[in-house]
């Protein structure tokens, strides 16, 4: 595979008040994949940096060449923006990105398309195994969030906060990231493709030597958040009334259970329930479930009204790479090629 003509690569890199990494990432890059066999370029986006780093970054590209592309983000929208940008402005087949702190090491990338390619893979992310981060505030919640998120999107990796991953462009252009959801793009993707297609590698993990660290142990609470948003699209995307329906007849089963239950004290005891605070739960649960079975069915007209506006699918046809230059289909049994009897 190495002797052959490699895909074309497009490697993204998100920097954000980087100044003193940006001519050591530029030039490890360069090393990196001074050897890859194939067309490739760097596509490093300043997320609105304040210290010189876009200026730092031209004067980069005036030294390396018309690979080099700078895009710069007019303020700071944070590393998801960042990288969606990226990843939009690739013309690469496959899309390589990596944080720029120079933790992730570019030496991994070469080795990593190979792997993608020969395992077929549509994504391979990378897994930090012996990450030089500190146990209390990165390690430890990293560990926590992998297992919880690894369990409710059902995508088993061990490490989902590498940023160091490859992709093939036509699977992870397919993939809109908004938020701070960089951090599940394992299961964004899974959305799109089988888990099966989704492979892990170790990789070399450096502690940082240069800047500052943009996280802090506030992430992990945005990371639950986030998950609740991605367990909610991933499942019920398509048909979001399932989700809020089966809530509201849950509670309105509930009420008429209780309901029923103080009509017989009602009208078969003869006491009193209008005090009762049962009473007054079984009529929350009533109004709960009515509004919930409406949102149910406010949120299918928006689901559909969604799919036909924005002209997308409920689902992604996988065509293979030697299918794209074969014949144009035709029919079984007809005698004018033209037209299908009917």
């Not at 090393?31 to 596509?43: D, F, K, Q, R, V």
């Not at 402005?89 to 030496?107: C, K, S, V, Y």
């Not at 500052?212 to 506030?218: D, P, Q, R």
């Not at 639950?224 to 699209?233: A, N, Q, W």
Request: with cysteine; hydrophobic share 40%; net charge neutral.
């Amino acid at each position: 595979m190495a002797s052959a003509t490699m895909p074309s690569l497009s490697v993204v890199i998100p920097m954000y008040n980087e100044i003193d990494n940006v001519s050591p990432m530029v030039a490890r890059v360069n090393e990196s994949l001074a050897a890859y066999n194939g067309p490739w370029e760097l596509l490093v986006v300043d997320d609105g940096s304040s210290d010189g780093t876009p200026q730092a970054l031209h004067r980069e590209t005036e030294k390396y060449g018309s690979h080099i592309r700078v895009i710069e983000l007019r303020r700071n929208f944070g590393q998801t923006a960042a990288m969606q940008a990226g990843i939009d402005e690739a013309r690469g087949e496959l899309i390589a990105t990596l944080d720029g702190d120079l933790q992730n090491d570019p030496d991994d990338i070469p080795r990593m398309v190979v792997h993608l390619l020969e395992k077929d893979l549509d994504l391979l992310t990378g897994w930090r195994k012996n990450r030089k981060d500190d146990l209390v505030l990165r390690k430890i919640p990293s560990r926590i969030a992998n297992r919880l998120i690894g369990k409710i999107t059902g995508v088993r990796i061990n490490d989902y906060g590498c940023s160091l991953k490859v992709y093939r462009a036509s699977v992870i252009k397919q993939v809109r990231l908004y938020g701070e959801m960089h951090r599940f793009i394992p299961a964004w993707v899974a959305a799109v493709v089988p888990p099966s297609r989704i492979g892990e590698i170790v990789v070399k993990h450096n502690a940082r030597v240069a800047g500052e660290s943009k996280y802090g142990i506030s992430r992990t609470f945005r990371v639950i958040l986030d998950l609740l948003s991605v367990y909610f699209f991933m499942r019920y995307r398509g048909r979001p009334g399932h989700f809020f329906g089966s809530i509201g007849l849950a509670l309105g089963s509930m009420s008429s259970l209780l309901l029923v239950y103080l009509a017989i004290v009602k009208f078969a005891m003869g006491e009193d329930i209008g005090g009762r605070p049962l009473f007054l739960i079984a009529v929350v649960f009533l109004i709960a479930s009515l509004q919930f079975l409406t949102t149910g069915v406010l949120s299918e007209l928006i689901s559909r009204t969604y799919f036909e506006s924005s002209q997308r699918q409920q689902y992604v046809i996988y065509r293979r790479d030697e299918e794209t230059g074969s014949s144009a289909p035709g029919w079984a049994n007809v005698s004018d090629p033209e037209q299908p009897k009917g």
